[in-house]
């Protein structure tokens, strides 16, 4: 393999999985924007979808467009579910106990799944074959096109959601102001429950759009989470745009790590950006400082 | 004065008791990791109950101390008291370097860089196959010997860990009630009126951050030296979940609370045999339950209650 074909190949590696952590960091973006929390149990919704696509697919035998919206919908429902049952009966709690209660949450996600599914490593056809697509002497797998395109849907999306939905602009308000969006008429509570429900969802289409490529596991989740939280913080904590850049910077990073330095550190590298950026630029790449210094969660 | 040492000297004297009546090994084993879970988590309480903060990455510090003195005496043959010095300090740093880090930032991103740096560890420890043993672990590390005495027993171990407590528990108490104590709980209520009284918060919230860290660095030290064999599975983040859950179960920022839900929650899984499977389940929902209904642990609700009871009596007195 040449120079060129080698990089060629790590970069695409590096965008497909730099993809999900994108969706991930998406995800705590969204909550983070409603609601002021870090959700610690992001990870757990990609495990989950995957874990139930697998068990709709293989299990219920259902053909994959099926089982992917309805694996979808059921993390969905989780997510919310999870919502309405630990974090709406509680009046205004202080944010060490909402880390608490994600923490825990996440927990619960983990050991129900391995109670249900076992220990075992589980794997998902992939959803257009597994025939290598050729370019410039890389071999590209159609399932990591598959996971990108999936990242430029939730992309596009979120941005026609934020932008042109009533319901995504009163999101938006929520994150500037949530009191004087309750005086404007807008349902607070309800808002927090849909962020909820979003994260979970598209937490939910990456793990089902992953697992063809990684297989799945019931203790996926907690690295993935804190990979798309790297991504998150580096692409400033709640800018969207942010998270998505950083996101695929991430993976690349990851996937040149472990071509070129060793692969059993890569799980380190986003770690190690995560604290380089919290000692150095804990804003972010795109959030600006002085927002950042008055962030609370 | 009294009110104050009553509880410690009361619990000093039945803790030194106790091995007297209970000497099957397997109850005293328990009562050293109950020991050892109670220097771990009297540090954690600290951090939340006092500094507001949280830390996921309370199980790297206990493997990095484990593994520092274990490391350096089972392989380099280095006496243990110097190698107890080396994890203090080695420990210290890294959380030093953290605590800036991350608490001069407003919010809770210690809790997520102490989990990063937990998982780093994690990472390291199984990696450095040459040097830790990686995955497999660390065996044959030694008993703890200072100046020629050997504590080669769970007998001998039993009152180390409960002398140490003890020593650190004072220690801890005389923190809360100092100045810097008193400042540390006005960070609570709130940040910007202690910082206009003069408190340097951020210098503040790094010492306390420091002290927990050395403090499960400790724990980590006594547990590697007890069982003599270690693996990365010490620095899981299970681990810090349950040193967390059973500071939630007893009652952040009630130094006995640390005690009571490290032994409770040590004393659990010996009495459910079908524990390992739902291991997570449960201290999940633990975990879930107890903040979402009793976010004062068993100390808070056992003050509250002991105030109501209080106040029936006066009030029957008055009547």
Redesign the interface.
């Known amino acids: 393999m040449s120079d060129l074909s080698q990089i060629v190949q790590f970069f695409f590696t590096g965008i497909t999985i730099g993809s999900i952590y994108a969706m991930v960091g998406l995800g705590f973006n969204i909550i983070y924007n409603a609601t002021g929390i870090i959700n610690f149990a992001q990870g757990e919704f990609v495990m989950l979808g995957g874990m139930v696509m697998v068990w709709l697919t293989a299990s219920c035998n259902l053909p994959l467009p099926l089982g992917f919206m309805l694996a979808v919908l059921i993390v969905t429902i989780t997510g919310a579910a999870f919502e309405r049952f630990a974090i709406y009966p509680l009046k205004k709690p202080p944010a060490l106990i909402l880390i608490i209660i994600t923490l825990a949450g996440s927990i619960i996600f983990k050991g129900a799944a391995m109670l249900v599914w076992g220990k075992q490593t589980y794997s998902l056809p992939h959803f257009s074959g597994e025939e290598p697509l050729h370019l410039l002497g890389a071999t590209i797998l159609p399932q990591a096109l598959w996971v990108i395109g999936i990242l430029m849907a939730v992309v596009g999306l979120l941005a026609f959601f934020f932008n042109f939905t009533m319901l995504g602009k009163a999101m938006r308000a929520c994150s500037v102001n949530p009191v004087a969006a309750s005086l404007v008429g807008i349902n607070v509570k309800r808002i927090v429950l849909l962020s909820f429900a979003m994260s979970a969802g598209i937490g939910a289409a990456a793990g089902i759009a992953f697992t063809p490529i990684v297989l799945m596991e019931f203790d996926r989740g907690a690295l993935l989470g804190l990979k798309g939280f790297c991504a998150a913080v580096l692409g400033g904590l709640g800018n969207g745009t942010g998270a998505v850049i950083a996101g695929l910077l991430i993976g690349v990073l990851e996937s040149f790590g472990t071509g070129y330095i060793s692969s059993e550190y890569k799980d380190a590298i986003a770690l190690g950006v995560l604290l380089a950026v919290l000692l150095v630029r804990p804003s972010g790449l795109m959030g600006s400082r002085e927002a950042a210094s008055l962030k609370e969660f | 004065m009294v009110k104050r040492y009553l509880p410690i000297v009361a619990f000093g004297c039945a803790a030194a008791l106790l091995p007297l009546v209970c000497k099957d090994p397997y109850y005293l084993g328990i009562l050293v990791f109950i020991g050892i879970y109670s220097i771990a988590t009297m540090g954690l309480n600290l951090l939340?109950g006092y500094a507001?903060?949280?830390s996921?990455g309370h199980a790297a510090f206990y493997a990095l101390g484990a593994y520092t003195t274990g490391l350096l005496t089972a392989k380099y043959r280095v006496p243990f008291l110097p190698a107890l010095v080396a994890a203090v300090i080695i420990t210290a740093a890294i959380a030093y370097l953290?605590g800036m880090?991350?608490l001069r930032?407003?919010?809770?991103?210690l809790?997520?860089?102490t989990?990063?740096?937990g998982?780093?560890i994690f990472?390291?420890l199984?990696?450095a196959v040459g040097f830790t043993g990686g995955p497999s672990g660390l065996a044959g590390i030694p008993s703890i010997e200072v100046g020629g005495f050997s504590f080669d027993s769970d007998f001998k171990m039993y009152y180390l860990v409960w002398s140490l407590f003890i020593l650190l528990f004072l220690m801890t108490g005389n923190i809360i009630n100092s100045r810097s104590g008193r400042a540390l709980r006005s960070l609570h209520s709130s940040q910007t009126a202690a910082a206009a009284m003069g408190v340097n918060v951020i210098s503040l919230k790094v010492q306390v951050f420091v002290l927990s860290a050395v403090y499960a660095a400790l724990a980590g030290v006594l547990y590697g030296h007890s069982v003599t064999f270690i693996s990365p599975q010490v620095s899981d983040?299970?681990f810090s979940?349950r040193l967390?859950t059973m500071i939630?179960v007893g009652g952040m920022g009630h130094l006995w609370g640390g005690v009571i839900g490290a032994a409770l929650l040590t004393l659990l899984p010996e009495a459910l045999s079908a524990f390992q499977?739902?291991?997570?389940?449960?201290?999940?929902?633990i975990?879930?339950a107890m903040?979402?209904f009793l976010?004062d642990g068993l100390m808070g609700a056992f003050e509250n209650l002991y105030k109501k009871m209080v106040k029936v009596v006066r009030a029957r007195g008055n009547g």
């Open positions: 939340m507001g903060q949280i996921l953290i880090a991350c930032l407003r919010g809770h991103y809790a997520v860089a989990l990063a740096v998982e780093i990472i390291c199984n990696a983040l299970m979940v967390l939630v499977d739902y291991e997570m389940v449960i201290y999940g929902s975990l879930l903040v979402m976010p």
